[in-house]
């Protein structure tokens, strides 16, 4: 059972490239979380969503796009990287809001 | 807008020494509230969901508790293993764009030394 699988796990892009983050979980879970962690703010929201086809702007969605095409995968995209956007970011999923959450092992990113 | 709010940010005990950490949180109305503890370099573990005031969780040296504006996890007798960051979450009853929303308290750092 691979649970929550990010892909890539380390990235380094240069400004203003774009890229995609791709998140896989296999149990069949409703609701999907992109957050990014970075020194001392814990883990801050970037987008979720609450079923296939569907996505929610989180607390810092400015610069990021999501997709949830199918209910398996949600798809993080950088349009044009920023060194602001230099972080780790962690994918996760729940069967329903309440129940709790499983994460992936994250994705270093850098932006030069 | 749901607010999570941890202290202290950073811990240090000697085996042995019992302590507390806190969770204070502000929502609409709370369908749960999460701890998680975090490993250097790896992603969030689930340690326990509470649900409502009064409720009680304990697993090994962690217990946590819960009340109408805070949670506490309380560390007994703490070994170096227990050593990691631990992370409260909130998710609220809020329906539209809030739905299914789980938001995170900024960590707090606990080391514990031999």
């Known amino acids: 059972n691979a649970g929550v699988t990010q892909t890539p796990k380390f990235r380094v892009l240069k400004t203003g490239q774009s890229m995609t983050l791709l998140c896989a979980q296999d149990?069949?879970?409703?609701?999907m979380y992109w957050y990014r962690q970075d020194p001392g703010m814990g883990l801050r929201l970037i987008h979720y969503s609450v079923g296939e086809g569907t996505t929610a702007k989180g607390e810092v969605p400015d610069g990021y796009n999501v997709s949830r095409l199918k209910k398996q995968n949600f798809l993080l995209g950088l349009e044009s990287a920023a060194p602001s956007q230099t972080s780790v970011y962690f994918c996760?999923?729940?069967?329903?809001?309440?129940?709790?959450?499983?994460f992936g092992q994250g994705t270093r990113l850098t932006v030069v | 807008e749901d607010q999570v709010t941890q202290s202290p940010e950073a811990l240090r005990l000697q085996e042995g020494e019992s302590s507390s950490l806190n969770c204070s949180y502000t929502?609409?109305?709370?369908?749960?509230l999460f701890w998680y503890r975090q490993d250097p370099g790896k992603g969030p573990e689930f340690l326990f969901t509470l649900y409502s005031a009064g409720e009680e969780k304990e697993k090994e040296r962690l217990k946590a508790t819960l009340t109408k504006k805070e949670s506490f996890l309380h560390i007994t007798a703490p070994k170096p293993e227990d050593s990691a960051t631990y992370l409260c979450?909130?998710?609220?009853?809020?329906?539209?764009?809030?739905?299914?929303?789980?938001?995170f308290g900024q960590g707090t750092i606990l080391t514990v030394h031999p």
């Open positions: 149990m069949n879970h409703e609701y």
């Open positions: 996760a999923s729940s069967y329903v809001p309440a129940s709790r959450a499983f």
């Open positions: 979450a909130v998710c609220a009853r809020g329906g539209g764009t809030s739905y299914g929303k789980l938001t």
């Open positions: 929502v609409s109305g709370l369908r749960g």
